[in-house]
């Protein structure tokens, strides 16, 4: 059944729309830079103005809220919350995959195996930081972005790409910049829009906004609750513009 064009318009406005003013500001003050797409995201558009929306989730641990007060503080979690809030009436379903220290091979096994499941119209894919930590080969993984955005692009659906968490021990003993560099450059081939993870954070713990690597031991629970809700609210404001990029261009209205 589709909607009537009045309602299309109702929810891609709710959709589209910037959340309520917060405490911190829009996803928890970030540079405004580090929340524009810079790309389309098509099949997110016509999705949503369907009324119906399904959104694939996968990546390594981060993604199921390891240090957070429990699973509903998890970033993706707290990304449904606010899209639900946002547009109560789109049908929303949202599926997580992820588990500790998977590489950018076997999470691309994941989103193959679970598009070949059914269909999904946005992937979101957290990727490159197993390699980055561990020291694997770099052009493996670019490799493996490649394939796996290509077949992302084959379902019909629209992707993006998160990079690393940031972390001050990590950039002190790995070349973190070769690995996020390259991530941003397979992204930028297939037109595909990147949460600057690494960025955000350094931003909000440079601002005193959040900083789970310096929170004491009391602290950290509660720090880790609030960066997956940031790294949430700025994921919302990223695939919005990503939409609204995308009702703007010929032929996506």
């Given at each position: 059944m589709t909607l009537g064009a009045g309602r299309v318009l109702l929810l891609l406005g709710l959709l589209l729309a910037p959340p309520a003013a917060t405490a911190g500001g829009m996803a928890c003050d970030a540079p405004p830079e580090l929340l524009a797409a810079n790309a389309a995201l098509p099949a997110t558009a016509r999705a949503a103005s369907t009324g119906s929306l399904r959104i694939l989730i996968v990546g390594s641990a981060s993604v199921l809220g390891p240090g957070t007060s429990g699973p509903s503080a998890a970033w993706p979690v707290r990304l449904e919350a606010l899209i639900r809030a946002r547009a109560p009436h789109?049908?929303?379903?949202?599926?997580?995959?992820?588990?500790?220290?998977?590489?950018?091979?076997?999470?691309?096994?994941?989103?193959?195996?679970?598009?070949?499941?059914?269909?999904?119209?946005?992937?979101?894919?957290?990727?490159?930081?197993?390699?980055?930590?561990?020291?694997?080969?770099?052009?493996?993984?670019?490799?493996?972005?490649?394939?796996?955005?290509?077949?992302?692009?084959?379902?019909?659906?629209?992707?993006?790409?998160?990079?690393?968490?940031?972390?001050?021990?990590?950039?002190?003993?790995?070349?973190?910049?070769?690995?996020?560099?390259?991530?941003r450059l397979t992204a930028a081939a297939h037109g595909v829009p990147v949460l600057r993870r690494w960025d955000l954070m350094q931003a909000w713990a440079e601002d005193d906004i959040v900083d789970v690597e310096r929170a004491s031991r009391q602290e950290r629970v509660a720090a880790t609750d609030k960066l997956n809700d940031c790294l949430a609210q700025a994921m919302q404001a990223l695939i919005r513009d990503g939409v609204a990029e995308a009702r703007g261009r010929p032929g996506q209205r």
């Open positions: 789109l049908k929303l379903d949202m599926v997580t995959r992820g588990a500790r220290g998977l590489t950018t091979a076997e999470t691309g096994a994941i989103i193959a195996a679970e598009l070949a499941r059914s269909p999904f119209n946005l992937v979101l894919w957290q990727a490159g930081t197993a390699e980055a930590v561990r020291g694997l080969d770099l052009d493996e993984m670019v490799e493996e972005l490649h394939a796996g955005l290509a077949k992302v692009v084959a379902a019909g659906a629209d992707a993006v790409l998160m990079d690393h968490q940031f972390s001050r021990f990590i950039r002190a003993n790995a070349n973190v910049d070769a690995y996020r560099d390259a991530l």
